[in-house]
């Protein structure tokens, strides 16, 4: 296969949860494969320090505040993509909040809040793009962000587990329903990665946890960001042409699904 099946020069892409970690991640990568790429986030200037890191190595991006639980930010941004490429080709739905409680600790507001950033603002995310891309006739790819806790039960994560759990629903349904157009919706299911997200401290704590998850996996260490922006550049590019509905598992061997 030819590299130039991972060339982007040309498209369009937006990228929420673009001020740090893996969106952060994803949007540079995008950008060296030549995408113009729209970088969101409810964090204004990690969004635009995202952008500033694109444009200064050479590449096209711009800024926006966006918050995945106000629909008009994520409307306006999309339409701001379109207006500066002529569509949207690329959309990737990465931001997202941890929760950390016991199924008996959780109460009904912490559900509510991860639901609504994690799992609707996913959803709103994949509406606003497949609706752009079916307007604009364009053949685009959809990237969802999932999580290795779909392939195991997970103490402590049982908001996060289940939002990322019917992020995968919502994948493999839209893929089904948008597929007649051309656009395609997949999702990346990360291991245990190190990300401002994860890394919330630099106690021994936190260094034993990364030990642990090291030793589950058959490679013996955790995932970096990067790990995972080259698993959403395979599926934003022509690279995945044939794939759609698929859950894509950059975990470091921890889980093996059939």
């Not at 604009?136 to 959809?142: H, L």
């Not at 955790?222 to 950059?250: C, M, N, Y």
Request: glycine share 10%; hydrophobic share 45%; with cysteine.
């Amino acid at each position: 296969m030819s590299l130039t099946a991972y060339d982007l020069t040309g498209r369009t892409a937006l990228v929420t949860g673009a001020a740090s970690g893996i969106g952060r991640a994803s949007a540079v990568l995008l950008a060296e494969a030549g995408a113009a790429v729209h970088c969101t986030d409810r964090d204004e200037k990690g969004a635009a320090d995202t952008a500033a890191l694109i444009t200064d190595t050479g590449g096209t991006a711009y800024s926006h505040t966006v918050d995945v639980m106000e629909r008009d930010s994520l409307t306006d941004a999309v339409a701001a993509a379109v207006r500066t490429g002529g569509r949207l080709d690329i959309a990737v739905a990465v931001a997202g909040i941890m929760h950390r409680s016991t199924v008996l600790e959780t109460e009904d507001a912490d559900l509510d809040r991860v639901l609504d950033i994690n799992f609707k603002g996913v959803l709103r995310t994949c509406q606003e793009a497949a609706r752009s891309m079916i307007a604009t006739r364009t053949r685009g790819s959809i990237v969802t962000m999932a999580s290795g806790a779909i392939d195991t039960g997970s103490p402590g994560l049982l908001c996060y587990g289940a939002a990322k759990a019917a992020v995968v629903q919502l994948t493999k349904t839209l893929a089904s329903e948008v597929g007649r157009h051309g656009i395609r919706v997949n999702a990346v299911a990360p291991g245990w990665i190190r990300t401002p997200m994860t890394d919330r401290d630099s106690s021994t704590a936190q260094h034993q946890v990364e030990e642990a998850m090291a030793g589950r996996s058959p490679l013996n260490r955790v995932g970096e960001a990067r790990d995972i922006a080259h698993a959403v550049l395979h599926l934003a590019s022509d690279a995945s042409s044939f794939t759609t509905g698929q859950i894509l598992r950059p975990n470091g061997g921890v889980a093996m699904p059939w």
